[in-house]
């Protein structure tokens, strides 16, 4: 069973960047695709970003398109999000996870494995 830890979160102004980290345990990573998710308070946990095993793929919401880039780097068993351009509505606590079936990547039921989060929170 593999064990996700994220980190990097913070306070940051609007405009700013942070790098999100998520690093695995336990297992390797290398055959799963990952996916990055958050959730706001009172709001349903929602997708972000999501790469394939391969890193040859990768998909984006369409409200951080552009802004964030997800990466991969199996050697260290870890995945990224490195958010730039930061608005105040991307607060929200950001999670990583395995995913482990085979429909899309933008749905949370298509994950395994989560990590506690990690927060991050921008003012204007």
């Known amino acids: 069973q593999v064990q996700l830890v994220e980190s990097g979160g913070g306070l940051v102004q609007a405009g700013g960047s942070l790098r999100l980290s998520c690093a695995a345990s336990g297992r390797t990573i290398s055959p799963y695709a990952m996916g990055w998710f958050r959730q706001a308070p009172g709001k349903e946990r929602e997708f972000v970003a999501a790469?394939?095993?391969?890193?040859?793929?990768?998909y984006y919401s369409d409200s951080v398109k552009g802004r964030f880039t997800i990466s991969r780097d199996d050697p260290k068993n870890a995945v990224y999000l490195q958010m730039n351009s930061l608005k105040p509505e991307d607060t929200a606590v950001y999670s990583c996870?395995?995913?482990?079936?085979?429909?899309?990547?933008?749905?949370?039921?298509?994950?395994?494995?989560w990590g506690q989060g990690t927060q991050v929170t921008v003012s204007s």
């Open positions: 790469i394939s095993w391969s890193g040859g793929s990768t």
């Open positions: 996870a395995t995913k482990v079936g085979s429909i899309g990547y933008n749905l949370e039921q298509s994950y395994d494995t």
